[in-house]
């Protein structure tokens, strides 16, 4: 008499399950986490989709404990992405993302997002993150930790502004009069991440557009 294996019962979901929803554009790692929350009883996965921005319309619909976002996503740039969450507050924010970015992690824990982590991470890691955010835990990566404190060394001291390498690079391209599209160009860089530079350039530089930024800048003596 042949003999069949039953098939492996789904997880008892507790009363009090942590309610999860996930936005990230890569197929595979998305259904990685998915699978993994789906097999621990005290997480409970509401949705997932390709996108972070759809993925905060599911928040602003279901009001998970937690989202789970890779925060890259075409043509909209991170700082876009870290300004909408700060509308969701009674859901913990975790990002996932494929490089850890100094600024990118600065500028997110500053806005309140609840962990920074990568995606070197396995998908049991990601659900011990998502348990801890829910204790009101803030989790970064390791890179993150040393990014974040070169970040903080980089903010205005004693009244004038330092600036990362690429930053000053940035810089340098709006001071000769480049636009953002060629000073991408010039660095190999996304126009987006360009901007995103831009607009941190303006906040550590106290300003708002780039003629008085390369105005403060000369103050300082950031330009050489």
Do not use: N
Not at 20 to 49: C, K, M, N, W, Y
Not at 72 to 86: F, I, K, N
């Amino acid at each position: 008499m042949p003999i069949h294996a039953l098939p492996s019962a789904a997880p008892t979901r507790s009363p009090a399950a942590i309610r999860v929803v996930i936005g990230d554009r890569h197929p595979l790692f998305r259904d990685a986490i998915a699978r993994a929350v789906r097999a621990d009883p005290t997480l409970e996965l509401l949705t997932q989709s390709e996108s972070p921005w759809t993925a905060l319309r599911d928040v602003a619909r279901l009001r998970p404990e937690v989202a789970v976002l890779d925060p890259s996503y075409p043509g909209r740039d991170d700082d876009e992405l870290l300004d909408s969450l700060v509308s969701h507050g009674s859901t913990r924010i975790v990002l996932l993302t494929a490089r850890v970015d100094g600024a990118l992690a600065f500028h997110a824990v500053a806005r309140g997002v609840a962990a920074v982590l990568s995606k070197s991470l396995d998908g049991a890691q990601v659900c011990r993150a998502i348990t801890a955010v829910v204790r009101g835990e803030t989790v970064l990566a390791r890179e993150a930790q040393g990014d974040i404190a070169a970040e903080l060394r980089a903010r205005r001291v004693d009244g004038r502004a330092r600036l990362t390498e690429r930053e000053r690079q940035v810089l340098a391209g709006v001071a000769a009069g480049r636009s953002a599209p060629d000073i991408a160009g010039d660095l190999h860089l996304g126009t987006a991440t360009v901007k995103t530079h831009l607009l941190r350039l303006y906040e550590k530089l106290g300003v708002s557009e780039r003629a008085a930024a390369v105005a403060q800048a000369m103050r300082d003596g950031l330009l050489e």
